[in-house]
């Protein structure tokens, strides 16, 4: 009961004794005495005096922010960062570093266990003070074993079976939890936008690969194997074609993802398209999502076809999802959602034009209050959700 009384108040800001009452079937006296215990132990403070009501003014309760820390690692293909919070997940330093060659699990963990040190330092805090390291990484993953499995297209070697858990434990000293980045990033923006009691969400991610969470009635939806990228798998066009030698043929991801639009590019340039091609560059292989971007910054036909094609797959996907689940809100993140305004806005209309029972039933479309803070964020917030009070 400690624990739910602590969570409401984490929720709601500050909350009077009265509030509490009326929510829980709990005696004035075991109330008074769970409240004077967390402030006790230093989980909640008193922060004031409420309003009247006619009588004497209630005391207000509110979480002790300094209580703990929590670190959040976010592991994906193209970035990774690390976030520091206090216990009401206020931010107090990120860091973001490109994932490339080099970046092997065992090199990942050091440069995040040198990044840790270093937060550690600047904020005078000792590893003590840390309650533990939250994970949000690409899948497939077997959460209870800490383990990631055998994601696709990271860029460097290794990235088979890693006891990231372990390794960040082992190297720090702090227990860590893991959770797949797509339902860690749905954590983090539920959390944001708590004040709104927001029951059934939506997260999908579109990058790389293509990643999806949902929650219905305030809590995530897990299925029995940890595979937050099968959304990718959604087939969409029966007679289309295939992005790698696995997968399924006219799959979501051959037409909305990184290496779709690479791989399209790079097939056209060998055709004759070469107005991609930049100084320097000595053949089409050497087109990659960057040269898509800055393409498409400067205006260049070409990519912007390219974009609003796989915005409309996109939004065609979604609308799939929408006539399954039903959401309230429905966030939208990842490398192709921040490409442009326009491929945002593509697939948004795309969606609602082929969502059932529109404009009766109209969801709402979101880029999300965190972005790209939104996974790490969620991550470091699994672990206080997981604190035994």
């Not at 509030?19 to 008074?32: C, D, I, K, R």
Request: net charge negative.
């Amino acid at each position: 009961m400690k624990k739910m009384i602590y969570d409401r108040i984490a929720d709601q800001g500050t909350v009077s004794k009265a509030e509490l009452l009326a929510a829980y079937p709990l005696t004035s006296s075991t109330l008074t005495r769970l409240l004077d215990e967390s402030v006790a132990e230093g989980l909640l403070v008193v922060s004031g005096l409420g309003p009247s009501s006619g009588g004497r003014r209630p005391i207000l309760y509110e979480i002790n922010n300094d209580y703990g820390y929590f670190f959040g690692l976010e592991l994906s293909r193209r970035y990774s960062s690390l976030g520091f919070f206090d216990m009401n997940m206020n931010p107090k330093s990120f860091t973001r570093w490109r994932m490339d060659e080099a970046m092997t699990p065992e090199q990942l963990v050091r440069h995040a266990v040198l990044n840790i040190r270093s937060i550690l330092a600047d904020h005078r805090l000792e590893a003590r003070q840390v309650l533990g390291i939250g994970v949000g990484a690409v899948g497939p993953l077997d959460r209870t074993a800490g383990t990631i499995l055998r994601p696709l297209n990271f860029p460097a070697a290794g990235w088979h079976d890693v006891p990231i858990c372990a390794m960040l434990t082992e190297a720090t000293g702090l227990p860590a939890l893991l959770e797949n980045g797509a339902n860690a990033a749905l954590i983090g923006e539920q959390w944001s936008l708590r004040g709104k009691n927001i029951q059934h969400m939506l997260y999908v991610h579109a990058g790389v690969g293509l990643r999806s969470a949902m929650m219905s009635h305030g809590q995530i939806v897990h299925g029995s194997v940890d595979m937050e990228g099968s959304i990718g798998q959604m087939v969409i066009q029966t007679d289309g074609i295939r992005l790698q030698d696995y997968g399924n043929y006219g799959a979501l991801e051959a037409y909305v993802s990184v290496q779709a639009l690479e791989k399209k590019a790079r097939s056209d340039a060998k055709l004759g398209r070469t107005d991609l091609l930049q100084s320097g560059q000595t053949g089409e292989d050497s087109i990659s999502y960057d040269t898509l971007l800055q393409a498409l910054a400067q205006g260049n036909t070409y990519a912007e076809e390219m974009f609003t094609q796989a915005a409309h797959y996109f939004g065609i996907g979604l609308a799939n999802l929408i006539n399954m689940f039903h959401p309230e809100k429905i966030i939208l993140g990842g490398a192709l959602v921040s490409a442009s305004e326009s491929f945002y806005q593509t697939a948004i209309r795309i969606a609602r034009k082929n969502t059932y029972y529109d404009p009766v039933y109209r969801p709402d479309f979101s880029k999300g209050e965190l972005r790209e803070d939104a996974v790490a964020t969620g991550a470091a917030l699994a672990v206080r959700k997981g604190l035994p009070l």
